[in-house]
Nanobody
Framework: QVQLVESGGGLVQAGGSLRLSCAASGRTFSGYAVGWFRQAPGKEREFVAA????????SYADSVKGRFTISRDNAKNTVYLQMSSLKPEDTAVYYCARYFSGVYYAPANYDYWGQGTQVTVSS
């Protein structure tokens, strides 16, 4: 069993920055890629970014490319999402999840999820 806990969300003005953390316990992330997703009210959960176990390969949604950076510290079993130049449309609940197979952008390809952390960007 893997437990994932997100933190770092909050209220920020447009143009500001936040860093989200995803801490794992239990069987941890060892050997697995990890992804971040977000879900705004009334919308489907959408892919934000993913990172492989080694940290050498990352993938981003076009909507966040150049503004968000995903990274990981395997010694701490933690994955981060640094978000900069935030926009009101980035407002959502952000989730981290452990990837197991298939394409990174499909939520069905992730088996363990955190409870989410709210990010609100005011204009």
């Amino acid at each position: 069993q893997v437990q994932l806990v997100e933190s770092g969300g909050g209220l920020v003005q447009a143009g500001g920055s936040l860093r989200l953390s995803c801490a794992a316990s239990g069987r941890t992330f060892s050997g697995y890629a990890v992804g971040w997703f977000r879900q705004a009210p009334g919308k489907e959960r959408e892919f934000v970014a993913a990172i492989r176990w080694s940290g050498g390969t990352t993938s981003y949604a076009d909507s966040v490319k150049g503004r968000f950076t995903i990274s990981r510290d395997n010694a701490k079993n933690t994955v981060y999402l640094q978000m900069s130049s935030l926009k009101p449309e980035d407002t959502a609940v952000y989730y981290c999840a452990r990837y197991f197979s298939g394409v990174y952008y499909a939520p069905a390809n992730y088996d363990y999820w955190g409870q989410g952390t709210q990010v609100t960007v005011s204009s």
